[in-house]
């Protein structure tokens, strides 16, 4: 395999912190961050969760996503299992940077896109340049 093929990722359990009330695993979901020159893209893949079982939470700059799977139903007997399911978490530090009033989320098939909008004093800007 060469450098430039793509490796799948292994899904990677999250440390407990606490006693947890819901039975299961929770996961680190698997994250791709994009910059603009006006932004940063989040993209955290969450299989299993839809938009109303997202949680986001922002306390002292300190942003938690949890995404929390519904389990199956109880009327399925399980034959085969090839990858674990559980919930998902994950806590990224928000700088200075960040307008973190301004963040937006949506949630599509699994996938969580939050836009996380540059403060004004972090976006590029260009400075003219006086002569004489």
Do not use: C, H, W
């Amino acid at each position: 395999m060469t450098e430039q093929e793509l490796k799948p990722k292994v899904k990677e359990e999250a440390p407990v912190k606490g006693e947890r009330v819901r039975p299961g695993r929770v996961f680190i979901p698997a994250v791709d961050i994009f910059e603009t020159p006006e932004t940063l893209v989040l993209v955290a893949d969450m299989p299993g969760v839809s938009g109303d079982n997202v949680t986001l939470d922002l306390k002292d700059n300190l942003l938690i996503i949890f995404g929390q799977v519904n389990p199956s139903p109880e009327k399925e007997t399980l034959l085969a299992q090839e990858y674990a399911i559980g919930d998902f978490y994950r806590e990224f530090q928000m700088g200075e940077l960040i307008d973190t009033g301004k963040i937006e989320a949506s949630v599509r098939n699994g996938v969580l896109t939050l836009t996380l909008p540059k403060a004004e004093k972090a976006k590029p800007r260009r400075i003219e340049v006086k002569s004489g």
